[in-house]
């Protein structure tokens, strides 16, 4: 493999800047040609395919464009991509000497003019490490990756349903299909930040619908779990740190039911005393006191602790809530900024979106309701001050499919 097609897609709005443009013209010798979705201006050392976005999602971009390219392997970069000289080389190296299906570097994140550099493990020959890590998208970057579009083809391509979420999905498919992945261990792409905003829900649910459905758990998930000696243990400590990720992705719900199975297969301090907090996070005061009053053998120091905490959260979000209803916005800014170190939960993003609401900054409310109910998606008032932005600003079949993401048939949500 001496070229491979070159597919940038876009990323939000940004455009392809010029520092884009000059790291292509460095690699040049290294690409067969250009396949975009996003318009590039000037003359390139070679054929520049332009693919019209036309309002299509992520995935079904990705599909079109792996389509239309020539090479056998396709990178894959957004308008924030910078490649240093020789990069592409450096990703052709590895796959030829390795055989990969897929070659990725290490990553120099760049927000706000501040570098973060991610050196990432190599899976090579174990890839069962990413599958068990039940977090994929920590291990390897989506953007400055090397794939055969042969593989892609074989697992039947991306999916279009699932957001900025899609690659990660089709790396789970590859991995469920024996793909093979490789770390190009000297090559380094920068890549900028230029959306922030993360809907983690598509996350959660390709982990409950796809993950959790399709990998043995006792010898691809949860591998290190004593199964044959206390199974029941095994069970509440896979149940717990399947939790655990959901709550990472700020699905609290599903986490709860996770949390409460765990419970039920093996009554322990450490998930009881996780399902309190994520009943707090949810800002279900009501529903944590009520577990804390049937501890069932649970250490009465403990029980004692998260009461305490429970009754102080609530009161610090009735005063924020108040403070509210009595026109002290700014002061109650200020206290809710200050509390997110203590207590980051649904109530506090919720009370963000009515103050951004009422300075007339729907867009910016939204974010703030919509994270509100990611958190919690079965608090009515979260769900009415949604709705509402969302009809503002013509987003409400996005609130349905955040719902059906994180309720599924339990989705009580009128169109």
């Known amino acids: 493999m001496d070229r491979v097609s070159v597919i940038l897609l876009p990323e939000g709005e940004a455009p392809a800047g010029e520092e884009l443009i000059s790291s292509l013209e460095e690699n040049c010798e290294s690409i067969e040609e250009l396949v975009t979705a996003v318009p590039v201006t000037g003359e390139l050392p070679f054929p520049v395919k332009y693919v019209p976005p036309e309002r299509k999602k992520l995935g079904e971009l990705r599909n079109e464009l792996v389509k239309a390219a020539s090479s056998d392997y396709v990178l894959f970069i957004s308008p924030g991509s910078q490649m240093e000289d020789g990069f592409i080389e450096e990703l052709i190296y590895e796959q030829e000497e390795s055989g990969a299906d897929l070659v990725f570097p290490n990553l120099i994140r760049v927000y706000g003019g501040q570098e973060q550099v991610k050196n990432f493990q190599d899976p090579f020959e174990r890839e069962g490490i990413l599958v068990s890590s039940l977090a994929v998208e ?38 469920k299909g024996g793909i093979s992945i490789k770390l190009a261990e000297l090559s380094y792409l920068r890549q900028k930040v230029v959306e922030t905003f993360v809907d983690t829900s598509y996350r959660s649910f390709v982990l409950r619908s796809f993950v959790l459905k399709n990998f043995d758990w006792k010898r691809e998930l949860f591998p290190f779990l004593s199964w044959d000696e206390n199974p029941k243990a095994a069970q ?43 009943y707090r996070l ?3 005061f009501e529903e944590a006191r009520r577990l804390l009053k049937t501890p069932q053998g649970v250490d009465e120091e403990l029980v004692k ?57 729907p867009a910016e409310a939204y974010r703030f309701f919509y994270k509100a109910v ?42």
């Open 236 to 278: 509440a400590t896979a149940l717990t740190l399947i939790a655990e990720r959901l709550s990472a992705y700020l699905d609290l719900f599903n986490a709860s039911e996770f949390l409460r199975q765990a419970l039920v297969e093996f009554h322990n301090g450490e998930t009881f005393r996780r399902l309190i907090e994520v």
């Open 282 to 284: 949810m800002g279900l």
């Open 138 to 175: 920590e291990f390897l970057p989506q953007w400055g990756v090397l794939l055969s579009k042969g593989k892609i083809e074989e697992l039947g391509g991306f999916d279009p349903t699932l957001d900025d979420y899609d690659f990660y999905h089709f790396v789970y498919k590859g991995l």
């Open 305 to 361: 602790r998260e009461l305490e905490m429970t009754e102080k959260i609530e009161s610090l979000v009735n005063e924020l809530e108040k403070g509210v209803e009595e026109g002290k916005v700014q002061e109650v800014l200020k206290a809710a900024v200050d509390t997110a170190s203590v207590y980051d939960g649904a109530p506090i993003y919720n009370l963000l979106g009515v103050i951004n609401w009422l300075a007339k900054r």
């Open 374 to 415: 990611t958190m919690n998606p079965i608090n009515q008032d979260y769900l009415y001050n949604l709705s509402g932005a969302a009809k503002e600003l013509g987003k409400e079949d996005e609130v349905f499919g955040l719902l059906e993401r994180l309720l599924g048939d339990k989705v009580a949500f009128g169109r």
